[in-house]
């Protein structure tokens, strides 16, 4: 259950370090493992966001006697 | 929670999406719908702890169990589908958030049929037979 807000911290920690990556990847000229990068950083917040949904979700279920 | 715990994070935020908005926008909206799930998550114990004293003072007026049920799901679709809603809209997708908007109106209509039944069969009863 997502009620800390460390959490909020890690996806923009996440997000900057991806930027940083980014950014050195492509004045290295390596354009492909950039992007990549990006993608992967993408897929692992992804399933941060999307765990939390799903347990969000089945609290609505619960409380709401679907 | 707290309420001023609430709106900290809130605060906090908004602040880390500002950051975050001109440096990569697709994190930035994964911010908005985390900052949803917390704050909601932190609120629903409370919600069930009011929806158990609506459901007790109903079992004591013995309103029928279909009733309130109906409303509960009624409140809980609507939620949801106003989260979705201003989710899809945030993101600019505004026609698919008057979408599920629709889709809301009609699961809500189709979960209050059997009340509106009911209401119309009890008028129809106090009509006089020819």
């Given at each position: 259950?997502l009620?800390d807000?460390?959490?909020?911290?890690?996806?923009?920690?996440?997000?900057?370090?991806?930027?940083?990556?980014?950014?050195?990847?492509?004045?290295?000229?390596k354009?492909?493992?950039a992007?990549?990068?990006?993608?992967?950083?993408?897929?692992?917040?992804?399933?941060i966001?999307?765990?939390?949904?799903?347990?969000?979700?089945?609290?609505?279920?619960?409380?709401?006697?679907? | 929670?707290?309420?001023?715990?609430?709106?900290?994070i809130?605060i906090?935020?908004?602040?880390?999406?500002?950051?975050?908005?001109?440096?990569?926008?697709?994190?930035?909206f994964?911010?908005?719908?985390?900052?949803?799930i917390?704050?909601?998550?932190?609120?629903?114990?409370?919600?069930?702890?009011?929806?158990?004293?609506i459901?007790?003072?109903?079992?004591?007026?013995?309103?029928?169990?279909?009733?309130l049920?109906?409303?509960?799901?009624?409140?809980?679709?609507?939620?949801?589908a106003?989260?979705?809603?201003?989710?899809?809209?945030?993101a600019?997708?505004?026609?698919?958030?008057?979408?599920i908007?629709?889709?809301?109106?009609?699961?809500i209509?189709?979960?209050?049929?059997?009340i509106?039944?009911?209401?119309?069969?009890?008028?129809?009863?106090f009509?006089?037979?020819?």
């Amino acid at each position: 259950m997502l009620t800390d807000i460390s959490v909020l911290f890690q996806i923009a920690g996440i997000g900057i370090i991806l930027a940083l990556i980014h950014t050195i990847l492509k004045q290295m000229g390596k354009e492909e493992i950039a992007q990549f990068a990006t993608l992967v950083g993408f897929i692992i917040v992804l399933y941060i966001v999307i765990n939390g949904l799903s347990d969000l979700f089945n609290q609505i279920k619960s409380v709401f006697l679907f | 929670m707290d309420i001023l715990q609430l709106v900290i994070i809130s605060i906090v935020a908004s602040v880390i999406f500002i950051i975050l908005k001109d440096i990569n926008p697709g994190f930035a909206f994964f911010i908005i719908i985390l900052v949803g799930i917390i704050i909601f998550s932190s609120v629903i114990q409370q919600i069930r702890l009011i929806f158990q004293v609506i459901q007790s003072l109903g079992e004591q007026a013995s309103v029928p169990g279909l009733y309130l049920e109906t409303i509960l799901k009624i409140i809980g679709i609507a939620y949801i589908a106003e989260l979705g809603a201003s989710m899809t809209k945030d993101a600019g997708l505004n026609s698919v958030a008057k979408n599920i908007e629709l889709a809301g109106k009609i699961f809500i209509l189709l979960l209050a049929i059997p009340i509106i039944t009911a209401v119309i069969e009890a008028i129809v009863n106090f009509l006089p037979t020819v």
